[in-house]
């Protein structure tokens, strides 16, 4: 079992920026991919990016060149750079974690982009 634990959500206006956090832990031995979904109201869960343990990122067309993914395989977490946020970015955000084909899913945090 692998545990998620996010942080760094909370409301910002338009152009403005977040920095998202997640933390891993339990059975993280192999850990392949983890990444960043996120879930608007009415919405399903889309990707929003992941990266691989060797570093091979993958960004939804939407969030290209706004957000970044990074990850630190030392400290088993991963990271989500979010700038020039619009208010269609407003959506709870799930960290992803990929282990032997199973996904593990975080409980979510809300990022919400409102003047």
């Known amino acids: 079992q692998v545990q998620l634990v996010e942080s760094g959500g909370g409301g910002v206006q338009p152009g403005g920026s977040l920095r998202l956090s997640c933390a891993a832990s339990?059975?993280?031995?192999?850990?392949?991919?983890m990444g960043w979904y996120r879930q608007a109201p009415g919405k399903q869960r889309e990707l929003v990016a992941t990266i691989t343990t060797s570093g091979s990122t993958n960004h939804a067309d939407s969030v290209k060149g706004r957000f970044t993914i990074s990850r630190d395989n030392a400290k088993n977490t991963v990271s989500l750079q979010m700038n020039s946020l619009k208010p269609e970015d407003t959506a709870v955000y799930y960290c992803?974690?990929?282990?032997?084909?199973?996904?593990?899913w975080g409980q979510g945090t809300q990022v919400t982009v409102s003047s």
């Open positions: 992803n974690a990929e282990q032997f084909g199973l996904k593990y």
């Open positions: 339990g059975s993280i031995f192999s850990i392949y991919k």
